[in-house]
């Protein structure tokens, strides 16, 4: 009896999840709980973590999971770690659904530096008009460049106030698009973008609109992550799931 561990948050996980309920394989969704109004699910939801490596292995023990999907964002780098080494500790197959890395294109005017010390690091300067594309997470932490005006836009309304002493807040959940963050960022005359690169199609409507209005982009670097089997499509998951997982993973399917 396949029972699947789908750890999730992302689009691609939750278009996994109705796959996975339509051809009635028994799945549990995962959500971390940084959002406080997560997206319903057609399968069993749990939110929150589960206590590092050691308590991610007890789980997927206790509940007989035979298979775990990380759907994580590709920046949650220390779940995605935890799930590889738990999965190998219980003895489970694993595999990661995730998204290809954006690559920039003619017209792009990208700066890549390694993570959100580094962004922080290059936003040294003059002030500008800077739409933060991070969520909130890492937000604080551009308190250190106080001297630019950020566009922020969340997901949920903040109980704090970001502290940065020049900011715009807009709530609002995608998906995006290419003209509406356009005219958002016409609206606010930005200067400058700074995102994640999270790849795949969900999330790049930024990325174009900067590219068509001629406007820098920080493109901050994916962390590193421990080798894993990859796949990009959430049909594929359903082809990893109809044989033995565990060989294939091993060659990397």
Known sequence: MRHVLLLGGTTEASMLARLLAAHSIATTFSYAGRTENPRPQP??????????????????????????????????????SHAIEAARLA???????????WKPVAGDRWTRVADIDSAVAALAGPARRVMLALGR??????????????????????EQPPSLPHHSLIVDRGPFTAAGDSQLMQIHAIDL????????????????????????????????????????????????????????AERGV
């Open 43 to 80: 399968v069993p939801v749990r939110v929150g973590g589960f206590g590092g490596v050691a308590g991610l292995a007890d789980y997927l023990r206790a509940h007989r999971v035979t298979h775990l999907v990380d759907a994580t964002h590709p920046f949650a780098a220390t779940m995605s």
């Open 137 to 158: 997470m890492h937000v604080e932490a551009f308190a250190a460049q106080p001297q630019h005006h950020y566009l922020l836009r969340f997901v949920d309304a903040s």
């Open 91 to 101: 003895g489970v197959a694993h595999i990661a659904l995730t998204r290809p890395a």
């Open 193 to 248: 973008v700074v995102c994640k690169n999270a790849g795949g199609n969900g999330a790049d409507a930024k990325l174009i609109a900067a590219r068509n209005l001629g406007l820098s982009i920080l493109m901050i670097d994916r962390p590193a992550i421990p080798d894993r089997a990859e796949i990009f499509h959430p049909e594929d998951v359903l082809a990893w799931l109809g044989h033995d997982a565990r060989h294939g």
